[in-house]
């Protein structure tokens, strides 16, 4: 892994290297090396898998993180390399040309995120939002509560649990028994003196 790591720093510009434990590393690199850093793991340091592509949201940074994680079976390790993309305008080279796989993962980003990958085959069409009209849900602006309340209908029956409490119950049940009997007595005792 390190030798790997010695060698994209020595060819590509890597702004930036993690490695969370030894068989995994990250490299974050420029936008218009990416294609050219993930040929290369693929065809020189044996990165010959396309694990996933998948992207996150820095919304408070104006950029999207998209990772393409590769796979060497020889040494069983795992390499992201990461690429930052301008929110405001995201489009990506495809690399459908190196991997088939990759044009359902670019698909599946353009429609949740918005990320553009053009050439790619398929890339608008719809993949699971058909007839979608609203903007990308898994951008950080998407408000799913107000889609879901002005989507789905009341129904009898449904109803909203606190997290807060329900996970107070289930891994400190006497604890809240107890808090929430002393919080009863207080009350009934305030509406006792009225």
Known sequence: MEETLRHLKERFTVRKKDVPRPNLAFVTVEKK???EVVTYLRDYEGY?????ISAVDYMERNVFQLTYLLHNYRTHTDIG???????DHPVMDSIHHLWAAAQVYQRE?????GIDFPGSPRVDEPMILEGWDNIPPMRKEFDTKKYAEETFFPRPGRFSLDPKQ??????????????YEIKRIVRDNRYDKR
Request: glycine share 0%.
């Open 33 to 35: 090396e990416a294609v």
């Open 48 to 52: 010959r898998h396309l694990v996933m």
């Open 81 to 87: 390399v990461r690429v930052e993309l301008e929110r």
């Open 109 to 113: 980003l353009k429609e949740m995120f």
């Open 166 to 179: 329900e996970m107070e119950k289930k891994l400190y049940p006497l604890e809240t028994e107890v808090k």
